[in-house]
C-alpha cells in the first residue's frame, strides 16, 4: 500500500480552496453589479431642484397660464413673487417629481425679488419662460427688451464661476446645434425619427456652425417666448381691421427675435386650450428630457409651435412673400400701432381735483367785497317761517333785479308746508291763464302785498303780475305743466292760506290795541 507524502496531500487540496476562492469573489461580483445597478438607477429619477422663472407684465396671463399647467381651474392671482410647483410624472420610469414655477410680478417695484427667483445656486437648474398677449401686440417691443435687459442685468450681478456658466452657453449651442425633428411613432422604423439623447463629444465635433443670427446674445438659460390670448386675434381683426400680412409681420418679427437669444415660441390660448398641453410636454423635454415628438407648427396663426433649434432665417423668409403693404424691415410699431383709444382707458373715471381751500375763501370774500352775494344753494330753514313771531326786515331788491332763480326753484311744490310755496304755486297756475279774472286778480293782489317785502302784511300795493320776477317757471316743480285738478288744489290752499294771513294780523292788531288801552 503506498503512503502519500504531505506534498501530495497538499497537492489534492490546494484545487478545492481555490475554487471555493472563486466563488467567494464571483459572490462579492454579484453583489457589486446589484449595487451598481440600483445606484445607477436611483441617478436615472427626476431632479427635484429644477425651477421655472415666469416674466412679463401684468394682464400679459402669466397666473392663467401656470394654472392651466398646474391644472387648476380657479387660478388665484398673487402679488410680489408668487411661488407655485408642476407636478411632473415619468411615465416611462414611473418616477414623479415637482417642479418650483416663480411668477414675477410685472411692477417694476418688485424687480429686486428676482434674487429670491434666480441665484447662483439654481442657475444651471432654471427655465425663463416670458409672457406677451395678443391683446396688445403693439407693445411686445418695449415689453421684450425691458424684461430682457432686466434679466441680462440681474445675470451680470450674480456670482457665478465662469466656467459653470460658459458651460451653460455651450449647452445652449450644442443643443441648437443637435436639434433634430421628431415625429409620433406611427412608423418605429423610419429613418426620421431619432430618440431623445444627452449630445456626446462625436457630436460636437461633427455639429454645424450655429446660422445667422442665431444665440447672438447667450444668456446661458433656456428661455421660452409664450404669446398669451390667442383668442382675442378674430377681435383685432373686427375692430382694428388687421389683416393676415399684419399678423405675418408680428410672427417674422418675434421669430427673429427668438433667433437672438436662442428661445423657443409658443403661441398659446387658455380660453380655447391651444398649445397648453404641447407646452407642459416640451418644459418637461428642455428641463428633465423626457421626449418630444411634435413638429413645429406655423400652419395655423393662432397656433404656432417653433422648438429652439428648428427655425432659421430662410424659414422666415418665407412669411415675406404674404406682405404686400409692408417690409420686414420696416420699424415694429410703424406697422402694429397702437390705437388712439383704447376701452380700457375711455371707460375709467376722469378724477375731480378739488379746489384749493384758501383759494375758495379768497373768491367768496372778493364776490362779498364787490357787494354780490356767493351763489348757494336754498336752505330749507329760510322758508319756514318765524314761529308765530313778527317777520322779519328783508333785504331790498333792486328794481332791475326782480328776482333770482335760486329763491323760486323746483322745490315750491304745492306739498310744501310753506306758506310762501303756497302763494308761488298759486302765481304759477294764474299765469297759465290767458285772462284773469277779477275775482283772482283781486286775490292775489291781496296776497301780493302779504309777500311783499318791507310792508305790511295786508297791504295791496304792487299788483300781482308785476311784482313776480319774470323768472318765475310757468311749470310745477317737476318740469311739467299744471293740470286742471292741481290749479284747483293750489287755489284752495292759496285761500285758505290767505285766511289764515288774515286772522293772524288781525289777532296781532286786537293786541296791540289792548296793550295800547292798557
Known amino acids: 500500500m503506498e503512503i502519500l507524502t504531505q506534498s501530495q496531500v497538499h497537492g489534492l487540496t490546494t484545487p478545492t480552496t481555490a475554487a471555493r476562492k472563486k466563488d467567494a469573489e464571483a459572490k462579492e461580483n454579484l453583489w457589486s453589479s446589484i449595487l451598481s445597478e440600483v445606484q445607477t438607477q436611483s441617478n436615472t429619477k427626476l431632479p427635484s431642484n429644477k425651477s421655472v422663472l415666469v416674466l412679463g407684465d401684468n394682464a400679459s396671463g402669466k397666473t392663467t397660464l401656470i394654472a392651466k399647467l398646474q391644472g387648476v381651474e380657479d387660478p388665484k392671482k398673487g402679488s410680489g413673487l408668487e411661488y407655485a410647483y408642476i407636478d411632473v410624472r415619468d411615465e416611462y420610469r414611473d418616477d414623479v417629481t415637482r417642479l418650483s414655477v416663480w411668477i414675477l410680478d410685472g411692477d417694476p417695484g418688485h424687480n429686486n425679488l428676482l434674487k429670491f427667483a434666480l441665484n447662483e445656486q439654481n442657475f444651471p437648474h432654471t427655465l425663463v419662460i416670458l409672457t406677451l398677449s395678443m391683446t396688445t401686440p403693439w407693445s411686445w417691443v ?126 398659446t390660448s387658455v380660453k380655447e386650450d391651444k398649445n397648453c398641453d404641447l407646452l407642459y410636454k416640451y418644459l418637461t423635454h428642455r428641463i428633465y428630457g423626457l421626449p418630444f415628438r411634435t413638429p413645429a ?173 319774470p323768472r318765475v317757471s310757468v311749470l310745477n316743480g317737476t318740469g311739467e305743466p299744471v293740470s286742471a285738478s292741481d290749479k284747483l288744489s293750489m287755489r284752495t290752499d292759496a285761500a285758505l292760506e290767505l285766511d289764515r294771513l288774515a286772522r293772524s294780523v288781525k289777532k296781532d292788531l286786537d293786541i296791540s290795541a289792548t296793550q295800547s288801552d292798557c
Open 297 to 469: 407648427l406655423v400652419v395655423e396663426k393662432d397656433a404656432v409651435l417653433i422648438p429652439a433649434g428648428w427655425d432659421n432665417m430662410k424659414k422666415i423668409s418665407i412669411l415675406y412673400e404674404n406682405m404686400q403693404s409692408c417690409k420686414p424691415d420696416d420699424y415694429y410699431n410703424d406697422i402694429i400701432a397702437q390705437p388712439p383709444s383704447r376701452k380700457t382707458v375711455s371707460n375709467r373715471e376722469s378724477e375731480i381735483q378739488t379746489e384749493d381751500e384758501q383759494s375758495f375763501l379768497a373768491r367768496q370774500q372778493q364776490l362779498l367785497q364787490q357787494g354780490q352775494s356767493p351763489a348757494r344753494g336754498e336752505s330749507p330753514l329760510r322758508s319756514q317761517p318765524n314761529n308765530g313771531t313778527k317777520s322779519t326786515q328783508r333785504t331790498p331788491v333792486a328794481a332791475g333785479a326782480q328776482g333770482s332763480p335760486k329763491k323760486v326753484d323746483g322745490k315750491l311744490t304745492p306739498g310744501t308746508q310753506s306758506g310762501e310755496g303756497v302763494l308761488a304755486n298759486f302765481f304759477n297756475s294764474l299765469l297759465h291763464k290767458k285772462s284773469v279774472s277779477p275775482g283772482s286778480a283781486a286775490a292775489a293782489a291781496a296776497a301780493g302785498g302779504v309777500a311783499g317785502t318791507g310792508s305790511s302784511p295786508l297791504s295791496a300795493s304792487s299788483s300781482p303780475v308785476s311784482s313776480l320776477s
Open 142 to 267: 418695449d415689453q421684450l427688451q425691458h424684461w430682457m435687459k432686466i434679466l441680462d442685468d440681474h445675470i451680470a450681478g450674480l456670482k457665478i464661476d465662469p466656467e459653470e456658466k460658459q458651460q451653460c452657453q455651450a449647452r445652449l449651442t450644442t443643443e441648437w446645434q443637435n436639434y433634430c425633428e421628431t415625429i409620433d411613432d406611427l412608423d418605429p422604423g423610419s429613418p426620421i425619427k431619432r430618440t431623445n439623447r444627452l449630445p456626446s463629444v462625436d457630436d460636437e465635433l461633427d455639429a454645424l456652425p450655429l446660422p445667422e443670427g442665431v444665440l447672438t446674445t447667450n444668456l446661458g438659460l433656456d428661455v421660452v417666448v409664450v404669446v398669451t390670448k390667442t383668442d382675442y386675434m378674430t377681435t383685432l381683426e373686427k375692430e382694428l381691421d388687421y389683416r393676415d400680412e399684419h399678423f405675418d409681420f408680428m410672427q417674422q418679427w418675434i421669430r427673429r427675435f427668438c433667433l437672438m437669444y436662442g428661445a423657443s415660441l409658443f403661441y
